[in-house]
């Protein structure tokens, strides 16, 4: 109801009537799910249509206009930033005008122009509250180029920053590429989530998700279990054999981008080992079958990504072996498959309409091919239906074999380049 009521306002109906469901229908029979509407849903969708509700129309406002919005000690910002619920929980470094202004000179933006419009919150991300958040975050100056990039990306429609509320809570995060890499000193080997500053452009990247998009946990960002902080990584482009990542997708080797992509996954990784290359990638296809839900696929078509992190050193094995980042998506795709008994099972047990989807079903409207419908149990179909999703990125510990494979539903990578203010060299030079 809280989502309903945050959606009407800001879709332009401020009083939106609404009926309720108090109950979880996927696990409710058909008597106990008949009761709950008959003895009280029922007359709620009565009165919300009988009703009359004040309209107005959808407009994009601006978030973070200049001037001073709050004084006081750095415990009172704090505590005042956490009670509108402008923090993800964590202490923030105050958002002063000297500091948004320090941010502002790594762009050639004028502070209030217009980088992106970002629903569902419905307003204008510019240079100014970009500003504010990343400080918020604990971001240098040097990192706005990057984040300005970022917001762009998200705001494109190809990644649906929308559907990020879904209950099944799919994490962004930011894949950076390019000579600012070294420049600014992303991390893109050991422990390179973690290291500075890749958390902090992460961070900025979900705070302005939170204050400029509108995504708030528990209101519209409705994750079951909620959010890990977004994450950023670049990739390891000296130790790969490979092109870079921006490179297959029509950048020049000299421009720096920053991907924009989602997960639902972030977990155990995968250890291909030995010198049996197609069991090494066997093994990653097996990791991966692990981190996709068998009915994602099925319900999102290409609206989805697979996003696979493979260590320089299993690269490079694949590739002596002949193996070109374009060979090994198609091997994932073609190897990484599912059961037709498991695809059944997790419809009818574990899919969250609960025993109303099939196979059959499936086919009757359009989903999944034809074929699907004549096949037995033990036979088996590709996890991921369209090849063109999987992607690869190098990066990680360079003394290790690992793999980790991000696998989000909803969602499409995005890429943008990261514009660099004309007087960046100098800029960054007083900066060293």
């Not at 229908?25 to 009359?52: H, M, W």
């Not at 705001?155 to 879904?166: K, S, V, Y």
């Not at 420049?183 to 302005?208: C, K, Q, T, W, Y």
């Not at 369209?386 to 003394?399: E, F, K, L, Q, S």
């Amino acid at each position: 109801m809280p989502l309903v009521r945050v959606l009407g306002k800001q879709e332009g109906v401020p009083d939106i009537h609404a009926a309720e469901y108090r109950g979880t229908f996927s696990v409710e029979s058909d008597a106990q799910i008949r009761q709950k509407l008959e003895e009280g849903t029922f007359a709620q969708i009565v009165n919300a249509l009988t009703g009359r509700g004040e309209t107005k129309p959808r407009v994009a406002a601006t978030a973070g206009k200049s001037g001073v919005a709050l004084e006081g000690s750095f415990d009172d910002i704090q505590h005042s930033f956490r009670k509108q619920g402008l923090t993800d929980g964590l202490p923030i470094i105050p958002p002063t005008e000297q500091r948004v202004a320090e941010f502002l000179q790594l762009t050639d933006r004028s502070a209030d122009d217009v980088i992106a419009f970002l629903p569902p919150g419905n307003l204008n991300a510019t240079p100014r509250n970009i500003a504010a958040n990343a400080v918020m975050a604990g971001c240098r100056p040097e990192h706005m180029p990057i984040i300005i990039a970022a917001v762009e990306a998200i705001a494109h429609p190809d990644f649906d920053l929308e559907q990020l509320g879904t209950t099944g809570a799919v994490n962004p995060y930011l894949v950076i590429n390019g000579p600012v890499i070294n420049e600014l000193g992303i991390h893109f080997d050991m422990g390179l989530v973690s290291r500075d500053p890749n958390p902090a452009i992460g961070r900025a990247l979900g705070l302005i998700i939170r204050n400029i998009a509108k995504l708030k946990p528990a209101e519209q960002y409705m994750g079951t279990f909620g959010y890990i902080t977004p994450f950023a990584l670049a990739e390891d482009e000296g130790k790969s054999p490979w092109p870079p990542y921006h490179v297959e997708h029509g950048f020049d080797q000299g421009t720096s981008t920053v991907t924009v992509g989602g997960t639902q996954a972030w977990g155990f990784q995968g250890y291909p080992s030995g010198t049996d290359l197609k069991g090494m990638l066997d093994a990653i296809c097996q990791d991966v079958a692990k981190k996709i839900v068998p009915w994602g696929p099925l319900m999102h078509k290409d609206a989805q990504m697979l996003m696979l992190l493979i260590t320089a050193p299993v690269a490079q094995a694949l590739a002596e072996g002949g193996y070109s980042k374009a060979d090994v998506a198609q091997y994932v795709f073609e190897h990484t498959r599912y059961y037709i008994r498991d695809i059944e099972l997790i419809l009818k047990h574990g899919f969250c309409c609960g025993e109303t989807e099939t196979i059959k079903g499936l086919v009757e409207q359009g989903m999944i091919p034809p074929e699907w419908a004549k096949l037995c149990p033990d036979d088996t179909v590709p996890a991921l239906i369209y090849p063109h999703v999987i992607n690869i990125v190098v990066c990680g510990d360079r003394t290790r074999n690992k793999t980790q494979a991000l696998h989000a539903a909803y969602v499409k990578p995005v890429t943008k380049e990261i514009k660099l203010p004309k007087n960046w060299n100098a800029l960054k030079k007083n900066r060293a």
